[in-house]
């Protein structure tokens, strides 16, 4: 029996909603200049994307360009000593 009682309350019954309710979930024009356009929320987050991208090649970039010319300066000093 226990386990009747704990599937029912886990199950999902559809219900009408309410005149309340469909007030609540109708457009509202006065609401839609604060609205976001998914369009320009997704290109905006690509851009972001491609940002951190760019930003994270150039840091490896410069450490491994630092890295070379260290090891250059390394073989110079140890060539001439």
């Known amino acids: 029996k226990t386990e009747d009682s704990i599937s029912l309350s886990r199950r999902r019954f559809h219900v009408e909603p309410g005149p309340r309710e ?3 979930l109708a457009e ?3 609401l839609k200049q604060f609205k976001s356009h998914k369009k320009s ?3 905006l987050k690509r851009i972001g994307d491609v940002l951190t991208v ?3 090649a150039g840091c490896c970039h410069e450490i ?3 890295a070379v010319m260290r090891e250059e300066a390394r073989k110079q000093a140890s060539g001439s000593a």
């Open 22 to 24: 469909k007030a609540l």
């Open 28 to 30: 509202d024009s006065s």
């Open 41 to 43: 929320v997704w290109r």
């Open 54 to 56: 760019v930003l994270v």
């Open 64 to 66: 491994y360009v630092k």
